[in-house]
């Protein structure tokens, strides 16, 4: 617990060692804010819609003292807010602090983690740089919890500083770019996703096909274009 009596997220969800380096993960804390809140959603629409349901599951799980314990939680739960000079969140409690590196080298890379050709993995950790969409992810998901300023100010911010290093990030930052309008840089990342296993680097597939990647190859379609 905090000193300004909130809850850290550790607290809420998760063991003890949750990450020492990485503190009030927006992403992470957004989540778990969204998912208690649903689980409130559903107690209040269990009670109206399925009284007896209701009063089964209540006995055995015992839900009234639950819910007690979700809203204490949640009225508590730290949640990151857009810095007021540039709109910008701070994607951990770390981040905006760190070095910031001209990254538009390793954004042209053709292959992932070419920025550890010139970095130590401790000197990358010290530098505002993503290895995959996270803060974009929470917009993705929870797209209706903040505004077209925002989420442009954070897009402006975070899409320069990520390296696409992961398999799951481009077709996320396609949709996105959609939403930004920025049609020629969706088509680019929605490229990128699909070439994961059908491009030219034939061992790419060696240990099997990049599932989530492919299902984020269709998000592009349907979520981004479409």
């Known amino acids: 617990k905090r000193k300004d009596g909130l809850y850290h997220i550790s607290d ?14 927006a992403f992470t804390n957004y989540m778990a804010y969204w998912n208690i809140k649903k689980a409130m959603e559903c107690y209040h629409l269990l009670q109206e819609e399925n009284a007896e349901r209701f009063d089964s599951l209540n006995e055995q799980l015992n839900l009234d003292a639950a819910y007690k314990g979700w809203k204490k939680r949640t009225d508590k739960m730290y949640l990151p807010k857009p810095r007021k000079k540039d709109k910008v969140m701070p994607q951990d409690q770390t981040y905006l602090t760190l070095a910031d590196v001209d990254l538009s080298k390793y954004k042209k890379q053709t292959k992932a983690g070419s920025i550890l050709l010139d ?8 530098m505002q740089v993503s290895k995959q969409a996270d803060i974009l992810m929470m917009f993705f998901l929870l797209e209706s919890m903040f505004d077209g300023d925002v989420k442009r100010a954070n897009w402006d911010y975070y899409e320069k500083r990520t390296l696409h290093d992961s398999s799951l990030s481009p077709s996320t930052h396609c949709v996105l770019a959609c939403d930004m309008g920025e049609m020629d840089l969706a088509y680019q990342l929605f490229l990128q996703s699909c070439r994961i296993d ?29």
């Open 198 to 226: 059908l491009g030219e680097n034939p061992h790419s597939s060696d240990e099997g096909i990049h599932a989530a990647a492919l299902g984020g190859s269709w998000q592009c379609v349907v979520y981004g274009f479409g």
């Open 12 to 25: 809420v969800i998760g063991p003890d060692e949750y990450k020492e380096h990485v503190n009030d993960n």
């Open 119 to 126: 970095y130590s993995i401790d000197q990358v950790g010290k």
